[in-house]
């Protein structure tokens, strides 16, 4: 592809992504509030607020695909969310709409099915069980996709990213856990397919403890090849397991079900 936009590129996704990514286009145009650092000759930096509809039109036009990393990423006050994840998302995708509908990856995340116990088995059309209002914006993003791709066959991939980090540091995370490398495996073939259509995927490594299964998807050829079990003794040493009450131990969640509503000061 010619141009590839990676919206929330100073964050730590971002950041992973930046340079995993970089051969997928002749063109990686970068996006967010924060510091971007200096463009590489390959790249482009733009500063938006996703708030802001005007700048993101500007932002989406021109690209052929875009990575949404951008937004809210954890539990926060509802005016946060509600900028960055809502009326943010609904001006990408109208951006999306005026400039030839670009493929889109929407990072969705687990945290749409957070109150499902760990030993219910979650299918990608099960009824979402969000765990907090950054579960239910994110519920909302998956929703606005799907309406998007009914009415007007805009493709979205929504990766339910599970934890995405360099490495799983509690318990929970040998089942949530996805590598950067196979994050950025998922990426290529999302942009790569012939067809997309609008499925859930769900953003994990091939962990011996997932809960989730991604068979209805395997026509995107995604292989992820790490898996957590090989952080399994180390975690067990430290932090070790959590009582079998912990929300860690009890919802897929974990501790986001446990925060509270934020509320405005």
């Known amino acids: 592809m010619k141009r590839l936009l990676i919206t929330g590129a100073a964050g730590a996704l971002g950041r992973a992504m930046r340079a995993r990514v970089a051969d997928l286009a002749e063109v990686v145009r970068l996006s967010d509030i924060a510091d971007l650092g200096t463009a590489a000759p390959h790249e482009e930096i733009i500063s938006c607020d996703l708030g802001d509809a005007a700048a993101v039109d500007r932002l989406v036009e021109g690209c052929d695909a875009i990575l949404h990393l951008g937004g809210i990423s954890v539990e926060d006050k509802f005016s946060k969310i509600l900028n960055a994840n809502l009326l943010g998302l609904y001006n990408l995708y109208e ?10 990856l929407f990072a969705s995340s687990n945290h749409t099915v957070g109150f499902y116990r760990q030993d219910e088995p979650v299918a990608a059309d099960a009824p979402m069980r969000p765990d907090g209002l950054y579960g239910v914006s994110k519920c909302f993003g998956e929703a606005l996709a799907r309406m998007y791709f009914e009415k007007f066959g805009q493709e979205t991939a929504l990766v339910r990213i599970g934890s995405c980090t360099e ?12 590598s950067y490398d196979d994050f950025a495996a998922l990426i290529a073939c999302v942009f790569r397919a012939p067809m997309l259509g609008c499925p859930v995927v769900w953003g994990i490594s091939d962990n011996d403890s997932r809960w989730w299964d991604n068979g209805h998807a395997a026509y995107l050829g995604w292989r992820p090849r790490d898996n957590a079990e090989r952080f399994r003794a180390e975690l067990e040493v430290s932090p070790g397991r959590p009582e079998a009450s912990s929300p860690l131990a009890v919802y897929q969640g974990g501790m986001f079900t446990r925060d509270p509503i934020f509320t405005e000061e």
């Not at 999306?96 to 889109?104: L, S, V």
């Not at 490495?167 to 996805?178: A, F, G, I």
Request: hydrophobic share 35%; no cysteine; proline share 9%.
């Open 95 to 104: 951006a999306a709409r005026a400039h030839g509908q670009p493929r889109i």
């Open 167 to 178: 490495k799983p540091t509690n318990h929970r995370m040998l089942s949530t856990w996805m």
